[in-house]
């Protein structure tokens, strides 16, 4: 409970921690520390920072479609018992991430029991839960969107016994990226179907998570392309319009991940804002990508690190309380030793951005050139806030002098300099 926590505005001298028990009578006790090193210490991840990995993440094998696994398999209880050691809060997982898709009832038991022991023991949580709706030859063409009525419904009873083994766990969010739902052929004359068929899908699902209970909030995650040629809702603002056509929309958000919108060359920065502003952020995928090439899934901030600050900061700005889940995974050419690596950095990353985020917000110079950028009318703005008819009138009798706006500079070059700087760490 009384855990320090940034918010609490505890600061150290360099002087403090690095003191090396040198008395008047005495030499030093302990060796120096670099300033660096003190810093460094800074950014731990803790539990209460709510970082969470999914098992297929940190247990990615380095298969990729030209060559063979780099990587030994690594246990789920090995999994949580390494991660737990780093700081995170938990693991999300698919059905066959723990339970192999031909586990007898029996078999599902003792792995079950097994992986909840495993989670006592190491305190960690299970925040997220999916299905495997890709993996398996029958998802080749689809699952919940496919043309044939018994694979679709195999799909529903798949994902039945998914929610109930993810509630099993204490899941409260459930995931739909649906990796196979999409097309490489239009001619087969699927694509107003799919729609229809999904959106039966998650009505359904919906009303057996109220039915058993479950309480589940369900966050769609899209994406454009790969399994697929094309996939159904490719980015957030498809997902977004298709929730309102659904029966419990409230039940219904996002599940955004930056390497997906990046693929098609996208602002993810914008579409988290979209996602906020309709109170729809119900997690979200943390990773890296450069555009335009395949879904890489590189550690958080790996590549574009202006866009994982800006990320991080509408994410610490707006208060968002989920779980910050990396959805990446180590480079294929490491070994495990560079997969613990790659979680670390990818927590410690998103702590120091969030630290940069706190120097941006607290730099005076920045605070200044933004006010001056968000120029304020309070006059024009009672006139525009709401249509009114005196409102219209008064705004239409109002004189502009159009040279003078068109003349004015914003200032953005100098802000997004700063911005650098404070990346940079030279500020
Ligand atoms: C898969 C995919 C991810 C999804 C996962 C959830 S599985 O790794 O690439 O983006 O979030 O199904
Ligand atoms: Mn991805
Ligand atoms: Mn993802």
Redesign the pocket.
């Known amino acids: 409970m009384y855990e320090p926590k940034p918010e609490h505005h505890f600061t150290f001298g360099l002087w403090t921690v690095g003191n090396i028990g040198r008395d008047p009578f005495g030499n030093p006790t302990r060796a120096a520390l670099s300033p660096e090193y003190i810093q460094v210490s800074m950014y731990e991840p803790k539990p209460e920072h709510h970082f969470t990995f999914?098992l297929?993440?940190v247990g990615n094998i380095g298969r990729d479609p030209f060559g063979n696994p780099t990587r030994a398999a690594l246990s789920p209880e090995y999994i949580l018992e390494k991660l737990a050691a780093l700081g995170a809060y938990g693991v999300?997982l698919?059905d066959n991430d723990l339970v192999p898709i031909d586990a007898t009832p029996a078999e599902r038991d003792r792995i079950v029991l097994s992986f909840k022991k495993a989670l006592a023991d190491t305190g960690m949580k299970v925040p997220m839960a999916?299905?495997?709706l890709?993996g398996d030859p029958a998802f080749k063409d689809g699952a919940f969107t496919n043309a044939n009525a018994q694979i679709r419904a195999y799909a529903i009873q798949k994902a039945m016994n998914s929610m109930d083994l993810g509630a099993e766990l204490g899941a409260k969010t459930y995931?739909?990226?649906g990796?196979r739902e999409g097309a490489e052929v239009d001619a087969g004359g699927n694509t107003l179907n799919a729609l229809a068929y999904m959106r039966e899908a998650m009505n359904y699902l919906a009303e057996y998570s109220e039915d058993q209970g479950y309480g589940f909030k369900f966050a769609i995650?899209p994406?454009p392309n790969e399994p697929r040629g094309d996939i159904y809702f490719p980015v957030v603002g498809a997902a977004l319009a298709f929730i309102y056509t659904l029966e419990k929309p409230h039940l219904f958000g996002l599940?955004p991940?930056v390497?997906?919108e990046t693929m098609a060359g996208l602002n993810f920065v914008h579409a988290i804002a979209q996602a906020i502003d309709a109170g729809k952020l119900f997690h979200i995928?943390l990773n890296d990508q450069k555009m335009g090439r395949f879904?890489q899934?590189l550690r958080f901030g790996a590549e574009n690190i202006k866009q994982a600050f800006l990320l991080v900061k509408l994410l610490e700005d707006t208060g968002y309380a989920g779980m910050k889940h990396f959805?990446a995974h180590a480079l294929r050419t490491e070994d495990e030793a560079g997969v613990w690596e790659f979680a670390k950095g990818c927590m410690r990353t998103y702590l120091i951005l969030a630290e940069k985020v706190k120097a941006f917000n607290a730099d005076k110079e920045i605070q200044a050139l933004l006010e001056h950028y968000h120029l304020k009318d309070p006059n024009l703005s009672n006139l525009t806030a709401k249509y009114s008819p005196s409102n219209a009138a008064a705004l239409k009798a109002h004189s502009f002098d159009r040279a003078a706006l068109g003349a004015r500079g914003p200032g953005l070059e100098l802000i997004d300099q700063l911005t650098m700087e404070v990346l940079m760490g030279v500020r």
Request: proline share 0%; hydrophobic share 25%.
């Open positions: 999914g297929w993440t999300n698919h999916t299905t495997n890709f995931v739909f990226w990796g995650e994406k599940n991940e390497a997906h995928d879904d899934d959805d």
